[in-house]
């Protein structure tokens, strides 16, 4: 979401005439792209800042994005004064107005407000990967969850018309693009505003019906909004990638009542059920927070044990890291960060032992990989699966052109925790 926010940025800029340079010492004018999810961020946007500035930063412009912008505000004008623009996500629509002040040679201006109804659509996005674009469908998050900065840096839940959605889509497809990542922070939230109403599953299905599209991707589900639906668009079209990414948090449920996540781990169980009952082979992957407030030694054992139910293809790891305005900053029975620590290793341990057997039960199989690119030091092209695991591969006919973007089958032969490493075979599909 970040990255594509810089990509708009950048496209923004574009279009009114800058120009992009290779270096930061080399601009003029400097921005920060930020995150606040986890609290590492802030410190090390200001310890940029300071760097930058003593080094090199003599007569530029320098402006501070994201949702440390957002989560700081005008403090960041005290704590760093050559900084000229603060503005958070939500009121980047304002972005051409803002530019122009700084033009004029204003040295504090801002961009505060989440008071916004308006998704940041641009035509000018400047996209950095030639083959897959991504699209965010809906900005913000109207949930509260006890642990996530969210809500208070990118603004309450909207969604963009279907009609918008679908033309930027079809736009893309018709100049190359052949996967698209639909984005959002509660992507399956989607609700078309416009009279036609849309859900998030019509929208997946009719984008995957687009000529040119031959993959489309979502990230990031909700579980309290996954419907059966979503998962029976995915079977009727192949167009619809094989991976859901649904984020569990927690396998007990009193952690999840505690996170507010609005699901037990049976609703979510019910969930996985659909999806593993699906006609095609779903990768399944997740994202987990050890250490929550009040997190016991049993609810964390829960989360272990829903590992081995689920079998996840992969997951994301996080300590629990406590938020500005949260609720969950009040709550007691923090976890020491030692004990954070030890469950986070045990977690990320038991996980790697089973993705080592889930790609160990692929070696044999003809997957057909998008390739991304190639590796000089293995000499192996890098191919992506519709699951979307990396599957690095031999390719011996001998031409030297570049296969970037295009489509072909691999024989898995090999396969690590973290990828597959097989042979090209003719397309006979
Ligand atoms: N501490 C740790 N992890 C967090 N996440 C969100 N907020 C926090 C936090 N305060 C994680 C969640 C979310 C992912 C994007 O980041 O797992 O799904
Ligand atoms: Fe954060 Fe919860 Fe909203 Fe996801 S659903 S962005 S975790 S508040």
């Known amino acids: ?14 279009a009114r005439g800058y120009s992009q340079v290779e270096t930061p010492e080399a601009a003029d004018l400097v921005l920060y792209n930020t995150c606040s999810i986890r609290d590492k961020a802030e410190q090390k946007v200001f310890n940029r800042l300071q760097n930058f500035k003593r080094q090199a930063g003599k007569g530029k412009v320098f402006g501070v994005l994201g949702c440390v912008a957002q989560q ?32 004029a040679g204003n040295r504090r201006v801002t961009g505060l407000s989440l008071d916004t109804e308006e998704t940041f659509d641009t035509p000018f996005t400047r996209r ?8 965010t469908i809906i900005e913000g998050c109207d949930k509260s969850c006890a642990y996530c900065v969210v809500p208070f840096t990118r603004g309450p839940e ?31 939230s989607y609700r078309d505003p416009s009279p036609e109403g849309w859900d998030f599953a019509t929208l997946l299905a009719r984008i995957a019906e687009i000529r040119g599209i031959r993959r489309v991707r979502y990230t990031t589900s909700h579980p309290r909004d996954f419907t059966r639906a979503i998962v029976d668009a995915m079977d009727a ?44 082979n779903m990768a399944l992957t997740t994202d987990i927070i050890v250490g929550f407030p009040g997190e016991t ?55 790697r032992a089973i993705q080592i057997r889930r790609n160990a039960d692929l070696i044999g199989n003809v997957e057909e990989v998008l390739v991304e690119g190639y590796n000089q030091a293995t000499g192996q092209w890098i191919g992506r699966t519709s699951q979307n695991r990396t ?7 001998g031409d030297a052109a570049s296969l970037a973007g295009v489509y072909m089958h691999a024989r898995v032969t090999r396969a690590g925790p973290n990828s597959l490493a097989g042979e090209s075979v003719a397309n006979v599909f």
């Open 1 to 14: 979401m970040n990255a594509h926010d810089s990509e708009k940025v950048v496209g923004t800029l574009l």
């Open 72 to 103: 700081e505000g005008e403090k960041i004008f005290d704590r760093a004064p050559h900084v000229s623009l603060v503005a958070g996500s939500a009121s980047y629509t304002k972005l051409p107005e803002m530019l122009v002040q700084l033009e």
């Open 128 to 135: 950095d990967n030639p083959h897959r674009a991504y699209i």
């Open 158 to 188: 909207r969604s963009r018309t279907s009609e918008s959605v679908m033309a930027e889509a079809r736009r893309l497809a018709e100049s190359g693009y052949s996967e698209i990542q639909l984005l959002g922070q509660n992507v399956n």
């Open 237 to 280: 079209n192949p167009v619809l990638c094989n991976h859901v990414h649904l984020p569990v948090q927690s396998g007990s449920s009193r952690v999840l009542a505690a996170m507010q996540r609005l699901y037990t781990r049976d609703d979510y169980m019910r969930r996985i059920d659909w999806i593993k009952s699906s006609r095609r």
């Open 297 to 351: 030694e049993a609810d964390f054992e829960q989360t272990l044990d829903l590992l081995d139910q689920v079998q996840y293809d992969s997951l994301f790891s996080f300590k629990y890291s406590p938020r500005p305005n949260t609720s969950a900053l009040a709550m007691e029975d923090k976890i020491p960060d030692e004990e954070k620590t030890r469950r986070i290793m045990i977690l990320n341990e038991k996980q």
């Open 391 to 397: 599957l690095n591969f031999t390719h011996l006919t």
